[in-house]
T-cell receptor, first 111, second 115 residues
Framework: DAKTTQPPSMDCAEGRAANLPCNHS???????VYWYRQIHSQGPQYIIH???NNETNEMASLIITEDRKSSTLILPHATLRDTAVYYC????????????FGTGTRLQVFP | GAGVSQSPRYKVAKRGQDVALRCDPI?????LFWYQQALGQGPEFLTY????????KSGLPSDRFFAERPEGSVSTLKIQRTQQEDSAVYLC?????????????FGSGTQLSVL
């Protein structure tokens, strides 16, 4: 799996959009970008994944650059409950190997 | 069940004691993973089961760690002769397919404190 780089921490005002960047310059053509988040005292929670097209679901939007070397997870209207550690992971979709987590970005949403 | 269930939620052990941590995956899920998470770190892979078969145990830190899933559903992670460095949150995850190919569903973990 390709390695990812994320900022260790970010702040966001409640109600504003939170934009979390991830660099994955060594991503391969068959590797997807996955995002998970971990709220304090809980296990990680799947958010979204994508290959090259932008994706949106009820939780977030994922914007992947044309060269696929970086991506941004967007929480359009951050709430206090979005305070969590966000992990960006790249892997082949049908890779049956384990999911490898980095250290993620700690997002603090403030009132 | 509605989600992955882990028990106990908290466990305090004296150094040298044996502990057993239980994971009830989502019914019908083929794959089951155990992760260890130290304070302030991301989850670290321990071991992976596909049904009852343990296909990968490369992350188990020592032979004091043992995991099983005898009937392809409930799994138990056992740690023998616990040490202080074993203190961590132990997370279990399951997925409907093989491996981590799609999304994993995680439990809330067992927080183990070894005194």
């Amino acid at each position: 799996d390709a390695k990812t780089t994320q900022p260790p921490s970010m702040d966001c005002a409640e109600g504003r959009a939170a934009n979390l960047p991830c660099n994955h310059s060594t991503i391969s053509g068959n590797e997807y970008v996955y995002w998970y988040r971990q709220i304090h005292s809980q296990g990680p929670q799947y958010i979204i994944h994508g290959l090259k097209n932008n994706e949106t679901n009820e939780m977030a939007s994922l914007i992947i650059t044309e060269d696929r070397k970086s991506s941004t997870l967007i929480l359009p209207h951050a709430t206090l409950r979005d305070t969590a550690v966000y992990y960006c992971i790249v892997r082949a979709k049908y890779n049956t190997d384990k999911l490898i987590f980095g250290t993620g970005t700690r997002l603090q949403v403030f009132p | 069940g509605a989600g992955v269930s882990q028990s106990p939620r908290y466990k305090v052990a004296k150094r040298g004691q044996d502990v057993a941590l239980r994971c009830d995956p989502i019914s019908g899920h083929v794959s089951l993973f155990w992760y260890q998470q130290a304070l302030g770190q991301g989850p670290e892979f321990l071991t992976y089961f596909q049904n009852e078969a343990q296909l990968d145990k490369s992350g188990l830190p020592s032979d004091r760690f043992f995991a099983e899933r005898p009937e392809g559903s409930v799994s138990t992670l056992k740690i023998q002769r616990t040490q202080q460095e074993d203190s961590a949150v132990y997370l279990c995850a399951s997925s409907p397919g093989e491996g981590g190919s799609e999304k994993l569903f995680f439990g809330s973990g067992t927080q183990l404190s070894v005194l």
